[in-house]
Every structure is written in structure tokens, then in C-alpha cells.
T-cell receptor, first 111, second 115 residues
């Protein structure tokens, strides 16, 4: 099972770009990288998913280098409402036993 | 309006009592999950179900039980055997498979307090 490592916390200021990196050294060939966002006392919400190179949607970008041993979630021009915990998950469509959310990264956006 | 509903939002019970948490989805998803979250921690998988009448244990199934008699419903019972039941419980569903690459949709959660 691919284990992931993320920073425990990060601070940023409104309007800045934030990059959160996730390490997954033993990622398997069929594994995808998926990021979720969770606000306090709510369920997580899917943000973005990728397999290689770069993926962009209306919320974020996901950068994955060629060796796929890490990935970076990029949030452009953050606002106070982006303060949340961000989780990186790695795995394929197989059994749910791969589902490990870990402790995530607490992002705090300051005014 | 499609989504996942969990009820109640807050639940209080005395130690030694079983309690059942409700989870219903109208997304027509095959797979459903139950997670537990403790303060400052990530989510831990309790049980998951890929299809009706089938479910599998997750990482922390001891002291919990589930059923999946209908596609849209996946209730979780917290039994008196669960040593530390006070936690935030989250239900989720995904369209097909149960692995991490399947996007999960989460409910609003139930906060259970046992005293």
C-alpha cells in the first residue's frame, strides 16, 4: 500500500498561491493521486485527481513529476475560506483497504 | 437534490447502550463507507460495502456492525463493545468501486457522545 507523507500544517496570506506537497515513494503503476478538502465538522470534499503530469480544474491544479513519487496541490490566490485540512490519497480502484486519509495538512489562511 | 444524509447531527448516549447511525444516499451509488474521525485526526475506515448484501471490515471494525439491505441505505450500529465510541462519524458513497481512485461523496456527519 502506498504510504503518503504531508506537512502537518501550513500558513499563508490571502491572495497568495499555496502549494502542498505529498510524498508517496512506493506508488504503484495503477495508483491515482486524489486530494480532498475538509472544513471543521463537515465531511471531506473531492478537489482533484491525477495520474501524471498536470491536471487543472476550476479549484486547483495538481502537479505530478515523471517519477510520480510526489505530487503538489496548488491553490491559486487563496482566501480565508480556503482554511481547511487537505488530504492526499494514493491508490487504485481496488479494495477499500487502501483508503488511508492520514492526518492531512491543516492550511490556515491569514488576512 | 442528490446527496447523502446522515441523521441525527448530534447524538448522546449512555455507556453500555447500542446506538444506530443512519446513512442514506440518493445518488444511485453502488459503494458506501463508514469512517470515524477523532479530534485532530484523519479519517479511519470502519466498514465498506461495494454492493447490496455485501460488506467488508475496514481498519477499525471492532465494536461496530453494519447492514446493507438496500442500495441507498447503510446504517452503522455502535455497540457497547466499542471501547471509545465518542467520535465524529462520516458516511460516504462512490459510484462504483471502493478504492482510493473512486471519488467519494461524504455526508455531513454525526457527532456521537457517549457518557
Amino acid at each position: 500500500l502506498a504510504k503518503t507523507t504531508q506537512p502537518i500544517s501550513m500558513d499563508s496570506y490571502e491572495g497568495q498561491e499555496v502549494n502542498i506537497t505529498c510524498s508517496h515513494n512506493n506508488i504503484a503503476t495503477n495508483d491515482y493521486i486524489t486530494w480532498y478538502q475538509q472544513f471543521p465538522s463537515q465531511g471531506p470534499r473531492f478537489i482533484i485527481q491525477g495520474y501524471k503530469t498536470k491536471v487543472t480544474n476550476e479549484v486547483a491544479s495538481l502537479f505530478i513529476p515523471a517519477d510520480r513519487k510526489s505530487s503538489t496541490l496548488s491553490l491559486p490566490r487563496v482566501s480565508l475560506s480556503d482554511t481547511a485540512v487537505y488530504y492526499c490519497l494514493v491508490g487504485d480502484g481496488g479494495p477499500a483497504r487502501q483508503l488511508t486519509f492520514g492526518s492531512g495538512t491543516q492550511l490556515t489562511v491569514l488576512p | 437534490d442528490g446527496g447523502i444524509t446522515q441523521s441525527p447531527k448530534y447524538l448522546f448516549r449512555k455507556e453500555g447502550q447500542n446506538v444506530t447511525l443512519s446513512c442514506e444516499q440518493n445518488l444511485n451509488h453502488d459503494a458506501m463507507y463508514w469512517y470515524r474521525q477523532d479530534p485532530g485526526q484523519g479519517l479511519r475506515l470502519i466498514y465498506y460495502s461495494q454492493i447490496v448484501n455485501d460488506f467488508q471490515k475496514g481498519d477499525i471494525a471492532e465494536g461496530y456492525s453494519v447492514s446493507r439491505e438496500k442500495k441507498e441505505s447503510f446504517p452503522l450500529t455502535v455497540t457497547s463493545a466499542q471501547k471509545n465510541p465518542t467520535a465524529f462519524y462520516l458516511c460516504a458513497s462512490s459510484p462504483r468501486g471502493t478504492g482510493p481512485s473512486n471519488e467519494q461523496y461524504f455526508g455531513p456527519g454525526t457527532r456521537l457522545t457517549v457518557t
